[in-house]
């Protein structure tokens, strides 16, 4: 049996010096940051990750504030289930609500941090098969490609097809968020739509510019402003609780009959949260009708190239653009939790 | 509820104490309570510089928290679950929590961890330092069960029964905070729990019996 050690950092500096890299402790050693666990723990448990040591942040407890003001500042190991229940943020941050009401179980949510929801691994059945050495593992090929690719990346997939699994990241990218980060050489920050990589931008065996001695801090979120209204949809194979084969977070400003502006971002598709600029750039100025919605949705999905088994997400992507938008048009009651 | 103090870490080897720092940031982490605190401060050893490296867990781990009102020690590697740590390192183990997918899908784990609904198959057991951690076996009183078990047996809430801690448990959590919960609001209590034997029509039942009747 391996030997084990769980590090109680009680300061940030202290967490990141244990990280691999860091300035400390003097023996070697393969250290993962630890916070809700509800990802790193089914890794570890199927063996995907052998880390010798785990470092527990939830003794930094300044990462754990949730400021809901003229904007929103979310530590790091703020709980998803605070976001579901925050009354302002359910009113003015309606998206990052109802994304955070559709992540997993209550069970989970009452563990699983933001930071940590933002920074999972993917679901792939590949990746987690322990016994499948795809390119996400070090590996040369991807078995999803040309294998069972039903709940595969129809958008910015190559030489990697995962999807990037969070509800929060279309939510948190939708909303504009920044992210700051700190690793050995002190803090950052760079938009979230930034700290996402697809498999041809940074490291193939991560999802995001996080160093292994790195760490995930904080979002500060402004207020979409006035005349701003904003939803989560998403479509699961489960009702009840499951990963979203596709899922769409969705702003609007409304003058009138018109839609004045847009930001949409698509989850579920692609190796990232997947903005759609020119679906945003056409619905700026235009009438808000169904013939506007469905001229959107499909450029939400330009470009796409589903795998052999997963074609229907471009249909389902589309109708949950087209259903955001009927929403927000007023047209259709809203509800927590996105579709069903 | 009272809660355990925080007792000390024990590691194999040159085992660290506990410095005053890290002690009394842990107590007045786990629990917000001023008299835990005033306990720590008593029991803290004499200030002296603060340590320079984490506190490490390392080995046999004592771990000491509130097991359904009554304080419970028990001892295990930081690496294992509350999960197995209830059903297989307590001196008198409780395996009402069920062991089934230990991935965290099924719920037949859950129990309550500061009242809130956890799988425990997804928490280390040292999660559980100084907290109050409730399972199935904690909610009769002697025979007497309460509400949401009473209705379970009268709805007939189960057939293999595996899941059915886990329903009660998320189900007791739910009714504890709202016990005006509507059907939709118990069914969202539940998400997390999966039952397939597909009894969820009673299983509900049973919670909207309790819900309307207010007595537990």
């Known amino acids: 049996m391996r030997g084990f050690k769980l590090f109680r950092p009680a300061t940030l500096d202290e967490a990141v010096a244990l990280l691999p890299g860091g300035r400390g402790p003097a023996e070697p050693h393969d250290a993962r940051p630890l916070a809700g666990g509800q990802d790193l723990l089914t890794e570890l448990k199927d063996h995907l990750v052998e880390p010798d040591a785990l470092v527990d942040l939830t003794g930094l407890h300044e990462l754990e504030a949730l400021e809901v003001g003229d904007a929103l500042r979310i530590g790091a190991l703020c709980k998803v289930a605070a976001l579901e229940h925050q009354p302002t943020l359910r009113a003015h941050w309606t998206v990052l609500a109802e994304a955070a009401a559709s992540v997993a179980s209550p069970q989970i949510r009452s563990q699983a941090t933001v930071g940590g929801n933002l920074c999972q691994r993917p679901r792939c059945w590949y990746y987690r098969n322990e016994a499948a050495p795809c390119i996400k593992k070090g590996g040369s090929e991807c078995f999803a490609e040309s294998g069972m690719n039903k709940y595969n990346a129809i958008l910015g997939g190559g030489p990697s097809y995962i999807v990037h699994p969070s509800d929060l990241a279309p939510a948190l990218v939708c909303l504009d968020a920044t992210v700051t980060v700190s690793g050995a050489r002190g803090p950052r920050s760079l938009p979230l739509e930034e700290f996402f990589t697809l498999p041809t931008e940074g490291s193939i065996v991560r999802e995001n510019v996080l160093k292994a001695n790195e760490l995930l801090l904080s979002l500060d979120v402004p207020s979409l402003g006035a005349g701003w209204t904003s939803t989560y949809l998403k479509a699961r194979e489960r009702g009840s609780y499951d990963f979203a084969l596709a899922s769409c977070a969705l702003a609007v400003k409304l003058e009138g009959e018109r839609i004045a502006a847009a930001r949409l971002v698509l989850g579920g598709v692609a190796p990232i949260p997947w903005r759609c600029p020119d679906a945003e750039a056409f619905l700026a100025g235009k009438p808000n009708t169904p013939e506007t919605w469905a001229a959107a949705a499909a450029l939400a999905t330009k470009g796409a190239e589903p795998l052999e088994h997963n074609g229907y997400k471009v249909h389902l992507a589309q109708g949950l653009v087209q259903k955001a938008l009927r929403r927000l048009a007023g047209q259709e009651p809203t509800h927590a939790g996105g579709a069903r | ?216």
């Open chain 2, 1 to 216: 509820m009272k809660r355990p103090p925080r007792p000390q870490a024990r590691t194999s080897e040159a085992s660290p104490t506990l410095s005053r720092r890290t002690f009394l940031k842990g107590a007045g982490g786990v629990a917000a309570s001023g008299v835990l605190a005033r306990e720590a401060l008593a029991n803290a050893e004499p200030s002296g510089p603060p340590r320079a490296d984490a506190e490490v867990l390392e080995g046999p781990v004592e771990v000491e928290f509130a097991l359904n009102g009554v304080a419970t020690k028990v001892t295990v590697e930081p690496r294992t679950t509350l999960l197995n740590a209830l059903r297989v390192h307590l001196e008198t183990p409780h395996t009402g929590a069920k062991e089934v997918c230990d991935r965290g899908t099924c719920g037949a784990c859950t129990v309550l961890l500061d009242d809130e609904p956890i799988y425990a198959c997804m928490t280390l057991a040292v999660r559980a330092h100084g907290r109050s951690v409730r399972t199935v076996e904690g909610l009769a009183s002697g025979d007497e069960l309460t509400a949401v078990q009473r209705e379970m047996v009268a709805s007939d809430g189960m057939m293999c029964g595996f899941c059915t801690p886990g329903f009660v448990m998320s189900m007791t959590a739910c009714l504890e905070k709202n016990p005006d919960a509507t059907e939709q609001e118990l069914r969202e209590a539940c998400r997390g729990n999966l039952c397939r034997c597909g009894t969820y029509p009673h299983v509900f039942e049973a919670g909207m019996r309790v819900a309307r009747g207010g007595a537990r």
